[in-house]
Each structure stands twice: as structure tokens, then as C-alpha cells.
């Protein structure tokens, strides 16, 4: 016997209620719920007094339902049966949705409600993956703490698949509501450690509004200090926190005990310390901790000689480098000098360096300076502990010529560049002369003085010339320097010249 025959559904039974908007597909979630409103509560909006006895009689009908599947009303089952059955011919809605519901807004402050429907759904997916991950996280951390209840470890791979799940579940929190998991927080490594919130006084005249990822790198980093840990978990705080502000002192003092404790590679840290320091060029922290490494790192390695050079050739190229991006970097030449006396780097290459940093830049004082150290700081050539201003008998002859001459060639080049006639001062003092030594070749750059054909083209060499008069006794002399310094070629040092005229007359 064949099967009986369906009857084929020719097309959608509406409700008698609706409008024609609520029967067109939704484009955005506002208009969907506004649909889903109109839908379950009949002729939602509309006055009692326009609605006919049909009208009045299924907008009863729908009242009357909500109590009932709420549970509100109990009925007998013979009377639910045929409530249910009246309910099912007139297609009547059985739920309904709220009215002036709320989506809220998304983290860029745009209303949800203007969603498109693809938009939600791929919210919702979002939502959901972040709540599946959340779960698995949970299990994790259960899982770990059985394992230390029974003094055992998880596998590596587990504690990296919870790292990929944080780092996932960050994403997601960050891109559903704009909020940022803090780095550590990402990290199970760190999730016994308590961290330490700094606590402001409430009545402090001006509070830092620190970020809160950093804040809450410092609360971990004053856990572990408190704590006294110094691991290697620790050693990865300290670089979290020192790339958010490598001014922060403390945290390398803690770095470099770490490296103490753990007795790290010196080369692997100076390697990691050479990328933070081309990232913060005029950084004075930097240059502390690889001073610090190096008085650590050099009596290991002092009775190696090949050793020590290597050291020496790799800190000064790195030096090199930092001083081609910022040839007068107070922190890097202190530390050239350091290391020069330090691995011994009194070489002509040296000197040739700085004296190719003078030939690019004449006024490069720190170069200047630096090269006075090497010339008269050399143990091989100078007296040790010896004063930078004081005579050294120690230094030859020919150094001191050679220095001299050198001078004289720079100060032809820019006569009002201080820095080498300061550099001519120190190698006279060091050569034990007098200024009225070089009183002839200062003379040339100071001509009539005191006549109408005054010509002077440098100022320190009239310094220079009224320093030698002082020496020589020609008091006449001095003041008529000291004069024309303070009317005519220093007037901004108008006291001290006339403080030195003053001296004159009281002797």
C-alpha cells in the first residue's frame, strides 16, 4: 500500500498582527528585535479604542498567556489542554520579547544594536571561543595544583599550550572589550607569585597615573625583590619592566644581582644590554649596569690575554657605534674612558680614533678630553694618580711637541673654538711651561689692541695673552687684555674680567 501523500506547505503563515517591516529580513540587530517585539506582542504601541473586537480579542488572548507559561497561573489539565489548544489555532505568541532592550555598546563606544546580523554572530562566536578557553585555563590551573600536592611538575608542552591559550584569550578580551591582559597575567610561570600594588597616600599633593600594565609589572617585580627570589622567571621580569622604562634604577640593581646569583654569561647579558642601549642612547642606567658587568666580568678573565682583547675590541666597536649616532654622549665617553684604563686600551688606534672624531668635528670637546686622557694618562708615559692640571715630568718631550703642535694646527682651523685652546692650557701645565710660552703664537690672532685697528678673531687667545702678561709681571698689559674682554670681545663675562682687573691692582 503506497505511503500517504503530505500535503506540500505553499508558503509562510503570518500573523494576522503584522506589520509589513516585520516581515522583511532584518539588516541590523536593532531592527531584528524590533521585528521580534512587534512578533510576540500584537499590536504593540497601538490605543485599545482603534483596535476592532478581533483585534481587542487576540491582544487579550496574549496577555492572558504570559502569567500562564510563566507558571504563574496553575491550570487543571483539562482546562491546559484546551488553553493550549486555543492558543495553537489563533497562533498566538507564546513568549515575548521585552521592550527598549538594551544591547549595550562595544568597547569603541558603538551601539551594538547597529550591528549587522553577520557582525553579532561573529561577536557571539568570539564570546563563546573566549568562555571555552577560559574553561580550559581553569582546568590548568587545577591540574597544576594536583601536581604540586603530589610533588610533581606538568610537562613543559602543557605549561606552552596555556601560554598560547592566554595569549589567545588576551586577543580576544582586548578585541571584544578593548581590555588589556596584563603581559605577566599571560604567563602561568608567574601565577604564584602575590603581587604588591603600590599604594599612594590618599592625601598625596600629585599622584602618578602610572598605566595599568605597568603598574602591574612593578607590583610583580616588588613581589620577587620582597621575596628575595632571584631566578630566572625574575631575570624576565626585570626585562619586561626595563623595556616599559629603562630609567628605572632599581630594577637593574636587581638585575645585576640576578646575574650575580645565577652566574650568567657576561657576554650573553652585554649582547642583550647592546640592543636596549642603541633604543635609549642617552640612558644613564645602561651604562651603570655595563660598567657594573665589566668590574664583574674582568677579574675572570684577567689572566687571559686573548680574552682581555677580545673584550676590549668588542666594547670599543660597540662604543664606536654609539658615538657615530651621538658623537657627544656624556655616559658612553665616561665609559671609554673607564674601559681604556681598565683592559688596557692605550693604543695608537685609540688615539686615532678620537683624533678622526676631532678632524670630523673640531669643537668636539669630549673628544678632546678624551684624547688629554689617553696622551697624559698612559701609564707608559705619565706619573700615576697624577693631577690632569698638574706638571708631569714623566711625559716626553716629543709627546709634548707633538701635542703642542697638533693644538696649533687645530686653533688655526677655528680660532674660537674653545675646547682646543683649553686642550693647549692642559698640555702646557702638563709640560710644566708657562702661558707666556705660546705669548707668540697667540699674538696672532690679536692684533692692536687698544688702537683703532683692533683686530681680534679669537677671544680665548686674548685670554691667553693676559694670562702671560699676568705671569711676566706686565700688569699694563693684563688689564689692557682684561679690558677689551669685558667692553668689546666678552662682554657677557663683563664681572669676571673686571673681578680680574681688581686682582691686578692688589698685588
Request: include cysteine; aromatic fraction near 10%; proline fraction near 5%.
Amino acid at each position: 500500500m503506497p505511503p500517504k501523500k503530505v500535503p506540500q506547505k505553499t508558503g509562510k503563515l503570518d500573523p494576522v498582527w503584522a506589520k509589513p517591516e516585520d516581515l522583511k529580513k532584518p539588516e541590523t540587530v536593532g531592527e531584528r528585535t524590533q521585528q521580534r517585539i512587534n512578533l510576540s506582542t500584537p499590536y504593540h504601541g497601538k490605543d485599545l479604542n482603534d483596535l476592532t473586537a478581533d483585534e481587542l480579542k487576540i491582544y487579550s488572548h496574549t496577555n492572558l498567556i504570559k502569567p500562564i507559561s510563566e507558571g504563574k497561573i496553575s491550570l487543571s489539565v483539562k482546562a491546559e489542554r484546551e488553553f493550549w489548544k486555543v492558543v495553537n489555532k489563533e497562533k498566538l505568541p507564546i513568549r515575548h520579547v521585552r521592550d527598549n532592550y538594551d544591547w549595550g555598546k562595544d568597547k569603541n563606544g558603538k551601539d551594538i544594536a547597529s550591528y549587522t546580523i553577520e557582525e553579532l554572530n561573529q561577536r557571539k562566536v568570539k564570546q563563546a571561543r573566549y568562555r571555552a578557553l577560559s574553561l580550559f585555563s581553569r582546568q590548568f590551573v587545577h591540574l597544576r595544583d594536583q601536581a604540586k600536592r603530589q610533588g610533581a611538575e606538568l610537562a613543559e608542552t602543557q605549561i606552552e599550550d596555556e601560554r598560547k591559550r592566554r595569549r589567545e584569550m588576551a586577543a580576544l578580551k582586548k578585541d571584544l572589550y578593548g581590555e588589556l591582559t596584563a603581559k605577566l597575567v599571560q604567563d602561568p610561570v608567574y601565577d604564584d607569585i602575590i603581587p604588591i600594588p603600590m599604594e599612594e597616600p590618599e592625601n598625596a599633593l600629585a599622584r602618578i597615573a602610572y598605566p595599568d600594565f605597568y603598574a602591574e609589572a612593578i607590583s610583580y617585580l616588588r613581589a620577587v625583590m620582597v621575596a628575595e627570589e632571584y631566578t630566572p622567571r625574575c631575570l624576565r621580569i626585570t626585562e619586561h619592566v626595563i623595556s616599559m622604562n629603562p630609567a628605572h634604577y632599581t630594577v637593574w640593581l636587581y638585575r645585576f644581582k640576578i646575574i650575580q646569583v645565577l652566574d650568567l654569561p657576561i657576554p650573553d647579558e652585554i649582547e642583550w644590554l647592546n640592543e636596549v642601549a642603541l633604543n635609549n642612547l642617552k640612558n644613564y642606567q645602561i651604562w651603570h649596569h655595563r660598567q657594573l658587568l665589566l668590574d664583574y666580568y674582568y677579574p675572570k678573565i684577567a689572566d687571559d690575554e686573548d680574552a682581555v682583547k677580545k673584550l676590549a675590541k668588542s666594547e670599543i666597536d660597540f662604543v664606536n657605534q654609539i658615538l657615530a649616532e651621538d658623537t657627544k654622549n656624556y655616559h658612553v665617553w665616561s665609559y671609554r674612558q673607564d674601559i681604556v684604563a681598565k683592559l688596557g686600551i692605550w693604543t695608537v688606534a685609540e688615539l686615532g680614533s678620537t683624533q678622526n672624531m676631532i678632524e670630523d668635528d673640531v669643537r668636539n670637546n669630549s673628544a678632546w678630553s678624551h684624547r688629554f686622557y689617553l696622551v697624559f694618562s698612559d701609564p707608559s708615559q705619565s706619573t700615576k694618580d697624577a693631577s690632569p692640571t698638574e706638571h708631569d715630568p714623566k711625559v716626553p718631550e716629543s709627546i709634548i711637541e707633538r701635542e703642542l703642535k697638533y693644538t696649533r694646527d687645530k686653533i688655526l682651523l677655528s680660532p674660537q673654538n674653545q675646547s682646543s685652546w683649553n686642550y693647549l692650557r692642559g698640555v702646557l701645565r702638563k709640560a710644566g711651561r708657562g702661558m707666556s710660552t705660546e705669548e707668540g703664537f697667540a699674538s696672532q690672532f690679536a692684533e692692536c689692541l687698544g688702537e683703532e685697528g683692533e683686530k681680534v678673531t679669537s677671544s680665548h687667545a686674548l685670554e691667553m695673552l693676559a694670562d702671560a702678561s699676568v705671569e711676566t709681571g706686565d700688569a699694563e698689559k693684563a688689564t689692557l687684555c682684561f679690558t677689551r674682554l669685558a667692553k668689546t670681545w666678552d662682554p657677557i663675562r663683563e664681572g669676571y674680567w673686571q673681578y680680574r682687573i681688581s686682582q691686578l691692582k692688589e698685588q
